[in-house]
């Protein structure tokens, strides 16, 4: 079935360094795939997201681009800031209305 | 966009009572919305999707009596804890999929139980 398999963390990072947060997915069809983030004691919001190959969903900084041949979603930001430390789920729609699938989450502690 | 809302944020019991949890969808209608639970530095776990005008579809491991969910109209859906016990203390969140875009996150309710 369809899954989402994303890097483990915790991840610690100085501010202003590179971020790389790696996902990767297996689907039968032509998924939708977004990118959830999680502030300490908030719910999930929805970050960005692609809805095709090689789109790529951007915001607040972050990039991610739909990569078909290589079943990859991977999160990127240039430069990270202390408030960017949160969860970060990677999470796969099979746009049926029947299933979303989450990754574990990625805990991102940035430090001054 | 999509706006979904839970209520509360964070509620104490003791144990024994039950609680109820609020979830809404405030700009569009939901006939489906799903309630996850979540502990501390882990994912989500799915437990049940509830459905509009119908009974609720639970997990597996998931008890039914235990976690009763009311899907009333097409904007609420309602999840009570009943006879909870310290070992139902976690954060719950529910959601909703608008138009199949996104799944729309409340911001959870957080619930401790002495």
């Known amino acids: 079935g369809d899954s989402v398999t994303q890097m483990e963390g915790p991840v610690t990072l100085s501010e202003e360094a590179f971020l790389t947060i790696n996902c990767t997915y297996t689907?039968?069809?032509?998924?939708?795939l977004f990118w959830y983030v999680q502030y300490p004691g908030e719910g999930l919001q929805l970050l960005l997201k692609?809805?095709?190959?090689?789109d790529k969903g951007s915001n607040k900084g972050f990039e991610a681009t739909y990569r078909k041949e290589t079943t990859s979603f991977h999160l990127e930001k240039g430069s990270v800031q202390v408030s960017d430390s949160a969860v970060y789920f990677c999470?796969?729609?099979?746009?049926?209305?029947?299933?979303?699938?989450f990754g574990t989450g990625t805990s991102l502690t940035v430090i001054p | 966009g999509a706006v979904v809302s839970q209520h509360p944020s964070w509620v104490i019991c003791k144990s024994g009572t039950s609680v109820k949890i609020e979830c809404r969808s405030l700009?569009?209608?939901?006939?489906?919305m799903f309630w996850y639970r979540q502990f501390p530095k882990q994912s989500l776990m799915l437990m049940a999707t509830?459905?509009?005008?119908?009974?609720?579809?639970?997990e597996q491991g998931v008890e039914k009596d235990k976690f009763l969910i009311n899907h009333a109209s097409l904007t609420l859906s309602t999840l009570t804890v009943t006879s909870a016990h310290p070992e139902d203390s976690s954060f719950y969140i529910c959601?909703?999929?608008?138009?199949?875009?996104?799944?729309?996150f409340g911001n959870g309710t957080r619930l401790t139980v002495t």
């Open positions: 689907a039968t069809g032509y998924p939708s």
């Open positions: 959601s909703a999929w608008p138009a199949l875009l996104a799944l729309h």
């Open positions: 692609a809805t095709k190959a090689d």
């Open positions: 999470a796969l729609s099979d746009n049926t209305g029947n299933q979303f699938y």
């Open positions: 700009d569009f209608q939901a006939t489906t």
């Open positions: 509830s459905n509009e005008g119908s009974k609720a579809t639970y």
